[in-house]
């Protein structure tokens, strides 16, 4: 995503079967299988065994893993890499979705319908928080990928419209990705709202970064697990958090 050259080369990926290169054995997602193919353009480093686990890329130097979820299951394989190489996470996430529906019993597919609901780097961090005591680690590195793109459903969830819990089958991008890389701790204070005030609560922290309550407090323990924010006593009745002196 540096370069028109990458970026053609990405697309290109996007376009190629998903079993191409020895790739699509574990049943991946198309944009997951892409992005392998775009952090290694040379097969050979794809899915390379270390110790006991498969790294998603390994050129002989870095390893790349490209996590879509569950960063849960990530944290005991990215902790045995960091102690033997530099690692990148890789996180594409939604900035803008496109649903497309589909109706599993007669085959219609609906026309794409934009949801409302828009994507942004501070989202990531309800996933991060599973690998918060790594984020501090000098050799590990976060990449967000916030894509435009197509969803594609299955009408096969529950409620009037089938639409809740509905299972989500592939993920195509519409644009270029906007790139978010996070290395330092400075990184990730540059995606705090601007305006937060001197001491807050969690509450006013997630009104101010626009998230929902769960999703601020795992924010909020990244950021104090990084030294970007520290408990700072009571604002009114509730726990005050404040930004680090040294930041």
């Known amino acids: 995503m540096h370069s028109e050259q990458d970026l053609q080369r990405f697309f290109e990926s996007l376009r190629m079967p998903a079993e191409q290169n020895g790739v699509g054995t574990l049943a991946e997602k198309r944009l997951h299988a892409a992005l ?10 794809l899915e390379v065994p270390i110790g006991r686990y498969v790294a998603d890329v390994f050129d002989g130097e870095r390893i790349v893993e490209i996590q879509t979820r569950q960063f849960a299951r990530l944290a005991g394989k990215l902790q045995f890499f960091l102690e033997r190489y530099p690692t990148t996470v890789v996180y594409p996430m939604p900035r803008t979705r496109y649903l497309v529906w589909t109706d599993p019993e007669t085959g219609e597919t ?25 984020l501090g680690v000098e050799t590990l590195t976060v990449e967000l990928l916030l894509f435009d793109l ?10 009037k419209e089938r639409k809740k819990g509905s299972t989500q089958v592939q993920r195509i991008p519409r644009s270029a990705p906007e790139l978010i890389r996070l290395q330092t701790p400075e990184d990730y204070a540059a995606l705090l709202p601007k305006d937060l005030p001197e001491r807050f609560t969690a509450l006013q922290f997630a009104k101010l970064a626009k998230l929902k309550s769960r999703q ?26 404040s930004l680090h002196g040294k930041l």
């Open 36 to 45: 392998k193919r775009y952090y290694a353009p040379d097969s050979s480093c």
């Open 110 to 134: 609906k026309s794409p319908r934009k949801s409302p609901i828009v994507g942004k780097p501070l989202d990531a961090f309800h996933e991060l928080y599973r690998i918060r005591n790594l």
């Open 150 to 159: 197509d969803e594609y459903r299955l009408l096969d969830g529950y409620g």
């Open 216 to 241: 601020a407090y795992s924010a909020i323990h990244v950021l104090e697990a990084l030294g970007i924010l520290q408990e700072d006593g009571t604002v009114g009745k509730a726990k005050g958090y």
